[in-house]
């Protein structure tokens, strides 16, 4: 049986996570989870946001799968995210956005991943007060680290048949730090000839994103490019609750979906647990069992065809219970 570290995380956590459970043992996979906790709430309890015992657990398990961790925005706290894909080396933050069903009719069509740089960039947080007025955050840049995620990026364009790769910078004006990224994936882009390479400017790339996304197959960019694109592709797909992620490093897998706590909702059991489940699929194909992960992406398909079992989210009926279910029941034996 494997065993995986399961950390349900602040907020729609608990919720999101419980489903995540049942969905995967329905698919027939024994998972031994060792359930630990981090966040503001145990922070609350216990005076520590993650406890030794998290670590513990996920350097020995190698495999985690969480729910989301609450940053409380401009003071307190740095981010447990950020220091957890830094702690771990977790370089290749990877989103597959997909349209499910016909939940978003304006772009059915969608299949696109991002590969985001987890590691660098404006989120290593080197930041500096100057004075009450004026403030400075350094931007961060390595060959070593962008050559990486260009890697990634290109052999999962291989691995999965993919055309093309995007390239996004805004390198026209931070030549320095956009620049060396930038020329970093030109250098590996030139190792794969069979794979397309554009290149595109962030502004440039959200606007084509909108206006037709099924132009785009792989986004290849930095850390804050591409978290800002998760959402916005998020959105062309029905939003946050249907976009899972992956955060890999050479020893260690760190699987989380794109949303945040969503405290506006929490604990009223009526959060769209679907991007956890497919995070949950993610995992599972990662640790070999591509057929299950495959049986749980079909049951979203199908569950979604029908708007009566649209979440609340899209503005149907269906609660965290109810859509779990309908899941679970569209598993095929
Ligand atoms: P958010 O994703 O929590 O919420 C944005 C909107 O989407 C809200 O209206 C929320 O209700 C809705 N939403 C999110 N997930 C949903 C779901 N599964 N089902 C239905 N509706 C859902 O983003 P926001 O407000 O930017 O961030 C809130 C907090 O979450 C912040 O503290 C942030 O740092 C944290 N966060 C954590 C992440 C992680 O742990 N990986 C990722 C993103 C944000």
């Not at 520590?48 to 513990?56: A, G, M, N, R, Y």
């Not at 409380?72 to 597959?96: E, F």
């Not at 998760?230 to 797909?237: K, M, Y």
């Not at 009526?270 to 991007?275: C, D, L, Q, R, S």
Request: charged residues 20%; aromatic residues 6%.
């Amino acid at each position: 049986m494997t065993k995986v570290t399961l950390i349900p995380g602040d907020g729609i956590g608990k919720e999101i996570c419980a489903a995540m459970m049942v969905v995967v043992q329905a698919t027939g996979v024994l998972i031994d989870w060792e359930i630990t906790s981090a966040g503001i709430e145990t922070f609350e309890k216990t005076g520590t946001l993650v406890p030794q015992e998290v670590f513990d657990s996920i350097e020995r398990n190698k495999i985690a799968i969480k729910g989301p961790l609450e940053t409380p925005i401009g003071k307190g706290h740095s981010s447990i995210n950020v220091m957890l894909r830094k702690k771990y080396d977790l370089y290749a933050c990877i989103r597959p956005v997909k349209s499910i069903a016909n939940i978003s009719p304006r772009f059915p069509n969608v299949d696109l991943v991002i590969f985001r740089e987890n590691t660098e960039d404006l989120y290593m947080g080197v930041e500096e007060i100057i004075s009450g007025d004026e403030a400075h955050s350094i931007k961060i840049i390595t060959r070593k680290a962008s050559v990486k995620i260009a890697q990634a990026a290109y052999e999962f364009a291989v691995k999965e048949n993919r055309k093309k790769v995007s390239i996004v910078t805004k390198a026209n004006i931070m030549k320095a730090t956009d620049g060396l990224f930038l020329d970093a994936c030109r250098s590996v882009a030139a190792l794969y000839p069979q794979i397309k390479t554009d290149e595109i400017l962030i502004d440039n790339m959200c606007m084509q994103l909108v206006i037709d996304p099924t132009s785009t197959d792989i986004i290849l960019t930095q850390n804050l490019y591409g978290d800002i694109l998760s959402d916005l592709c998020a959105g062309l797909v029905g939003g946050v609750g249907f976009v899972p992620g992956a955060n890999i490093g050479t020893d260690i897998a760190l699987f989380e979906a794109v949303h945040g706590v969503a405290n506006d909702i929490a604990g009223q059991g009526i959060a769209n647990p679907t991007a956890m489940i497919l995070t949950a699929a993610m995992m599972l194909k990662h640790l070999g069992y591509a057929q299950e992960a495959l049986n749980i992406e079909n049951a979203v398909e199908t569950v979604f065809q029908d708007p009566a079992n649209y979440t609340r989210d899209l503005k149907g009926p269906l609660d965290t219970q109810a859509i779990t279910k309908k899941i679970i029941s569209a598993l095929k034996p």
